[in-house]
């Protein structure tokens, strides 16, 4: 009679993802009676190649179906066969090689050193067609010679946690990862970068120039700054105040005959400014720019008579450019200042005192 029932077997429930050796499908097809009935029937599977159907009898056919050499996400290859209205589904589950690749991929190439904060990684283990691979956790061992605490996720991957020695300079960490039993190994390298103080104190002394007008005085510098990396950047904010004197002696014609004369300018600059700070091994170049306000005070006395102070409030500007070497808990440094002062509207002034300067100081990571 007509064909009624469609059986489909395969020869194995699992199979190596990868394998040369094909699996075999059995097609049966009987009719209502429960005899052998020939009829057309055709297979298909899904994520995998067949063979066309080879008839070995009176409603018996056999065919192959190549297994795949990557495993689909649900682990199976579904086969689903044919026969006008009837059809037939089976399945074949797919299972991982042995291990054959194992990478070891940090989530952030760098971190900060502290001590404290530890660096993630991602260890992957696939067989030699890429699938991953499930194992205990404790057959992964890092270069740190502790066994992996690794944290299974996905199917193949596991999360290791590592906390880098406190560094106060920039460098790198190379980590190794190896599988026991198998000859297979990974490194990585980590950037490891120092933290960064969340107040920094400095304080310098050095001498300042007048450009306009001629002259030198003594100068000196105090500084409060935060920092933060931003973007693999290393980013602050700096309030700094700038003090400069200059005095000027000499004869002035009051007259007919030259009489003496004493001048004294001081300055006091107060900017707030964003910095930014690079970094090779123990040295480092830091540049800032700002704005804020001058105090300018001009003393002046003639002939001996008492010096008449001024004093006035005045917008500035600054630019510093410094190089520094790590010494301790901080920085030791030559500066290197160029503050722009307004006008002061003084009597006593002729022109505005705009001072460069060279300072040499430390600074100290005090938070």
């Known amino acids: 009679g007509s064909p009624a029932t469609l059986a489909a077997a395969l020869d194995r429930a699992r199979a190596v993802a990868g394998d040369d050796d094909p ?40 065919a192959t179906v190549a297994i795949p050499r990557r495993i689909p996400e649900d682990g199976r290859v579904d086969v689903a066969a044919r026969a006008g209205t009837l059809a037939a589904v089976t399945a074949l589950g797919l299972d991982p090689g042995p291990p054959a690749r194992l990478e070891l991929v940090p989530d952030d190439a760098k971190v900060t050193a502290d001590g404290r904060t530890p660096a993630t990684l991602r260890i992957h283990v696939a067989d030699a067609h890429g699938n991953p691979v499930d194992l205990p956790a404790e057959r992964l061992r890092v270069s740190t010679g502790e066994k ?30 190896r599988l026991e039993a198998s000859g297979l190994s990974a490194r990585t390298t980590l950037g490891l970068r120092p933290r960064l103080p969340s107040l920094a104190l400095s304080a310098g002394a050095g001498l300042a120039l007048r450009p306009r007008g001629g002259g030198a005085g003594p100068a000196a510098t105090a500084e409060a700054s935060t920092w933060r990396w931003l973007r693999g950047r290393e980013l602050g904010l700096a309030l700094s105040a700038s003090l400069f004197l200059f005095r000027d002696e000499g004869e002035t014609p009051v007259g007919a005959a030259p009489s003496p004369f004493r001048s004294e300018v001081r300055e006091a600059v107060l900017l707030l400014s964003p910095a930014f700070r690079a970094r090779r091994g123990r040295s480092s170049l830091a540049v800032s720019a700002g704005a ?19 004093s006035s409030w005045t917008p500035a500007a600054g630019a510093s450019l410094a190089i520094g070497r790590r010494a301790g808990r901080g920085v030791a440094f030559l500066e290197a200042r160029a503050a722009w002062v307004s006008d002061p509207g003084l009597g006593s002034l002729s022109r505005p005192v705009s001072p460069l300067s060279l300072l040499a100081g430390y600074r100290l990571d005090a938070l």
């Open 23 to 62: 699996a075999r499908l059995t097609l049966r097809l009987h009719d209502a009676a429960g005899n052998p009935s020939d009829g057309e029937v055709s297979v298909e599977a899904r994520g995998a190649s067949v063979g066309a159907p080879v008839r070995t009898g009176t409603g018996s056919f056999e």
């Open 292 to 310: 804020g306000l001058a105090r300018v005070v001009s003393l002046v006395s003639l002939g001996g008579s008492p010096s008449i102070p001024e």
């Open 148 to 177: 992996a605490s690794a944290v299974p996720g996905k199917p193949g991957t596991y999360r290791l946690e590592h906390v880098p020695a406190r560094s106060p300079v920039p460098g790198s960490e190379e980590i190794v990862v």
